[in-house]
C-alpha cells in the first residue's frame, strides 16, 4: 500500500484489496518439483493460467483476466503470446467487415 502522500491512491488501492476473495487449492509436491517452482512462484503461474484459460473460453474480459493474473491489462496481454494465445480473434468476416468500414 503506498503512503499517505497520495491519499486517493491510498483509498483505492484499499478498496481494491478489500474486494478480493482467498482460494485456496492443495497442490502435490511432486507438482511443484515438476514445475520447479516454490509454492507463492506456482500460485503466481496458476493465476495466469487461469486467467488465461477463462479469457479463451470467453468467461472472463481482457480487463478482469489481467486482474485475476495480477497484472496490468497491457502486459497481460502481451504475455499471451507466450503462453500460445492469440491477442485478438478475429474471424475472416470480421476482418472483412472492419477493412470494408476503414
Given at each position: 500500500?503506498?503512503?499517505?502522500?497520495?491519499g486517493?491512491?491510498?483509498?483505492?488501492?484499499?478498496?481494491?484489496?478489500?474486494t478480493?476473495?482467498?482460494?485456496?487449492?492443495?497442490?502435490?509436491h511432486a507438482?511443484?518439483?515438476?514445475?520447479?517452482?516454490?509454492?507463492?512462484?506456482?500460485g503466481?503461474?496458476?493465476?495466469?493460467a487461469?486467467?488465461?484459460?477463462?479469457l479463451?473460453?470467453?468467461?472472463?474480459?481482457?480487463?478482469?483476466?489481467?486482474?485475476?493474473?495480477?497484472?496490468?491489462?497491457?502486459?497481460?496481454?502481451?504475455?499471451?503470446?507466450?503462453?500460445?494465445?492469440e491477442?485478438f480473434?478475429q474471424?475472416?468476416?470480421?476482418?472483412?467487415?472492419?477493412?470494408?468500414?476503414?
Open positions: 500500500m503506498e503512503r499517505a502522500g497520495s486517493q491512491q491510498v483509498a483505492r488501492t484499499s478498496c481494491m484489496m478489500a478480493m476473495a482467498s482460494v485456496q487449492i492443495d497442490i502435490p507438482t511443484l518439483v515438476a514445475l520447479k517452482l516454490d509454492a507463492t512462484s506456482a503466481a503461474e496458476l493465476r495466469m487461469a486467467a488465461i484459460k477463462l479463451e473460453l470467453g468467461r472472463l474480459s481482457s480487463g478482469t483476466a489481467a486482474e485475476l493474473a495480477g497484472l496490468p491489462r497491457v502486459a497481460f496481454l502481451s504475455k499471451l503470446g507466450e503462453f500460445g494465445t491477442t480473434k474471424t475472416l468476416p470480421e476482418v472483412a467487415d472492419d477493412s470494408a468500414n476503414a
